[in-house]
């Protein structure tokens, strides 16, 4: 039987195509871009190789640390976020509108598969001032203030980046926490109810507790999602005003593709992928935690 | 007594639908809307009449057809080829026994980790030197590509939790591996593979990054690079065609999502590993 299971010819005709086109489209360029990163310039003005100083030009460089520093401080911003809110509507779902939960989830998860560009020019118009003012301005003269122009400002536009990624994926990150919550046993919620722990403090001392490993990995998804943010930001403001909301994705395809240097592009997205891979880590041995666990 | 108990919660959750449904609402409304009415009527007020030109305009001036015809030639492609690629993958890694096999899946796995920025810049380069710039065949090759190492993962998952002895006895009766392949384990799969279809389709036919960097003619642009310049050119100009045409894509994936609902939630919270 052994030698059927591992019959040479259908692994390699099963196998064969996948790993061929990986290996070509993926792992080759991300050793081909390592290589970059020790080169300045382009295909057409030529490459130079200047070994490491593309790393110190990227600790020198105050644009590089300004879209570094936005990306750390947008991803902490709207991960915490995501996490409390989603928490908060899963244990809606879970023990006010217990069976009822259908509809509301239903509403509250659609702008989760909208595409990111369409929901970014949405917002732009929400928040406009001036002659076509959105009703978010409308209202706030209404209720007697002065209407804020949202993106004249980076801390404006970022208030409205994050309310917008939260009214955009509060409901997937609901649905991701409410099929852990369903899996905590009824018998075990039910035992604490009659110890006599109720409303918040089953939530605190129970439900909490049992639901950290799947709170625990959300909150690292979130995180590795969030610090990878590009769309979004391009559409809403395009970065700006003058760059002030520019992340390290859109400051790396600037830097290719508006500057042509492709070796400190390679170098500022080789950060990046640093910084994603460090937070996988932990996503992975927190989920084996969680296997071997329950 | 037991209604007014329940009266904060029912306006709390009237609130939560109105906060998720007023923005979609409000865009609607303003996609029938004439520029003279964008500019003199307050910004809440209903259209003065159901007029669809704005439509047909985003329609005509913006090559919105030709976009979501683009997409679709983009997504379909690279979703069958990228099942069809990382079905076989994961059978041939989690079925099947040889040497070597766990470290090809962890190089596959890598490839979860790793931000479409780390190969956006050689990939450029060789599209480029190949001369495939002109045409979509980067984005479905790309597509393919990146969506591969979820597929292989979840597919592999979903395979483990069938019992070996399905495939051992298949064996034992005198079926090649191929065979089993196709007979036994893609019948047993089609759940697997449409939640996997499902998410993936999302995840291509909402990418920015991809189809920016190598859509270089409008005749190529996918609905999210169509949209992005169709508001650089009537962005502060014309609302009303903006606006229709923002309402075209979120109508678009309504319609979708209401006959997919329960499958797509399902789906993005299995897929929700992707990073």
Known sequence: MHSVLGDKKAVLILLGPALLVYTLVKLVPVFWSLGLTFYTGNPLGGFEFVGLDNFSRFIADPQARSALWFTLKYAFVLSVGQIVLGYALALLYVFVLRRASNFVRTVVFFPTVLPTVAVALLFNSLFATGQQQGPVNAGLEAAGLSSVDWFSTGGGTFVVAIVMELWRSMGFFAVLLYAGLLDIPEETLEAARIEGATGWRLVRHVVLPLSLPILLSTVIFSVNNTLKVFDTLLALNNGGPGGETTPLTLYMYRTVFNYADYGYGSTIALVLTIMCLMVTLVVFRSARRDITGS | MRFLRRLPLRIGLTLLVAVELYPLVWLVLGSFKTQDEFFSKPTWALPEQLDFHNYTEAWAAGGLGRNVLNSVLVTVPALVLMIALGVAAAYALEVMVWRGRNAVLLAFLAGIMIPGQMILVPLFTVYFEIGLTNTLWPLIITYTVMGLPLTVFLMAAYLRAIPREVFESATVDG?????????????????????????????????????????????????????????????????????????????????????????????????????
């Open chain 2, 175 to 275: 079926a090649g591996m191929l065979r089993s392949f196709f007979r036994i384990a893609v019948p047993m799969m089609r759940n697997a593979i449409v939640t996997i279809a499902l998410v993936e389709f999302f995840s291509v036919w909402n990418d920015l990054l991809i189809a920016l960097t190598f859509t270089t003619r409008d005749e190529l642009a996918t609905v999210q690079v169509g949209l992005l310049q169709f508001s650089d050119e009537y962005g502060s100009t014309q609302y009303g065609p903006l606006f229709a045409a923002i309402s075209i894509n979120v109508l678009g994936i309504l319609v979708l999502y209401l006959f997919l609902n329960k499958q797509i939630m399902a789906g993005l919270a299995a897929g929700s590993v992707k990073g």
